[in-house]
């Protein structure tokens, strides 16, 4: 593949949907629950995605800091406005100090291959049980709205059990590609079953108001957002991103720009922005691209496509945007999730060493039974190094 190509076909279209699974959850949630501005997350998300995809030139994924979402929507009383811009704005520039000085490069020799397996694993997993929680829900939308109750509860399931065969029959079918036909076929449903009831179709963007928060903001942004995000954000979105990309696109001239360093900083931008106009931090992440890979997409294409649609939902169409991607069934994310979680864990097959499957395991446990990532890369950390200073052999 040539680093300057560009495809914009159906395959690539329906790739840059792969995502949507973990994207659109978190972001309507903080919309919805913690007050951030509709056309600053959907206008931040349509920037990153461009520009990632103008400079990468792979369908390198945009998605929220997961952990960072799960705390402020556990907490949205807490969680505010502030809050959320302080820790855009601390994460890019703790991102954008690790590149320039090269420390992520230093950090990097701690993620060994089995480490970073073993979150991608993890992860991997994780993605799968969240794609199953999504297609047994009883509710057909992410906001509880619609038809629901009596026979209409199990519509999400029927939805669901219909999807995922539809997506392992298209999985390789160019002229009907799979996440093109359920995204699609889901937005129909939804919209049938009442999903832009009460929606007012008024157009143009939100409002969007530069935030300066204040030192409180930084200090409890920095304590229940930054640290516990932090080893997440290092180990997969710039770490396992680098690495995914190497194992999904090999290691020749596509993927020249896929570098820790460029990840990191191209994070750290785009979180300072974010942070300035009081969007959602946001990231990359390798189970982010696989989902866009097992989809169809091989270039930056992807991105200029599914940044283009944001685009235009964040400008043109503001709540009613919305409105749009909440159409989409539940049972629709989670069969995305799920494939998405199993092409993330299929890269364990290149750990062949049995020392080396032993701590990836571990890691990948710990990571799905406690979903603290962190943890789970520090206790592998530790038991490699006992394993090599001891010279076990399991």
Known sequence: ME?????????????????LGTLIPLSVALMVLNGLSVSAVLLMVALFY???????????????????????????????????????????????????TGLIDWLARFFTRPIVRGIQLGLGFILIKKGIVFVLDKSLFIQA??????VNEWINLAVG????????????????PAALVVVAAGMVIGIGFGALKGTPLALGPTPIELQTPGFNDFMTAFVLLVIPQLP??????????????????????????????????????????????????????????????????????????????????????????????????????????????????????DVQEKNDLFVACLIAGIGFATTNMGLAFGVGIVVQLLIRWQKIEL
């Open 232 to 349: 997440l954000t290092i180990g997969n979105a710039v770490m396992g991103t680098t690495d995914a990309c190497k194992s999904l696109f090999g290691s020749g001239p596509a993927t020249t720009r896929a570098t820790n360093r460029a990840f990191a900083t191209s994070m750290g931008w785009i979180n300072l922005a974010a942070g300035a106009m009081g969007a959602m931090p946001m990231c990359h992440g390798a189970g982010g691209l696989a989902a866009h890979y097992r989809f169809g997409a091989r270039t930056g294409g992807a991105n200029l496509m599914i940044g283009t649609v944001f685009l235009v939902l964040a400008l043109v169409f503001g709540k009613l945007g919305i409105a749009l991607l909440t159409a989409i069934p539940n049972s629709i994310l989670g069969v995305l999730l799920i494939f998405a979680g199993l092409e993330l864990a299929m890269l364990i097959r």
């Open 3 to 19: 680093k300057t190509r560009f495809k914009f076909d159906r395959m690539e279209f329906a790739g840059s949907l792969g995502d």
């Open 161 to 176: 059990l219909l999807a995922f065969p539809a997506v392992l029959l298209l999985i390789a079918n160019r002229r009907f």
């Open 50 to 100: 461009l520009a990632s995809g103008l400079y990468f030139r792979l369908p390198v994924p945009v998605q929220p800091l997961k952990l960072v979402s799960a705390i402020a929507i556990a907490f949205p009383a807490k969680i505010t406005v502030s809050i959320m811009a302080a820790a855009g704005i601390s994460f890019g520039l703790i991102l954008l100090i690790l590149a320039a």
């Open 145 to 150: 709205a619609g038809t629901v109750g009596g």
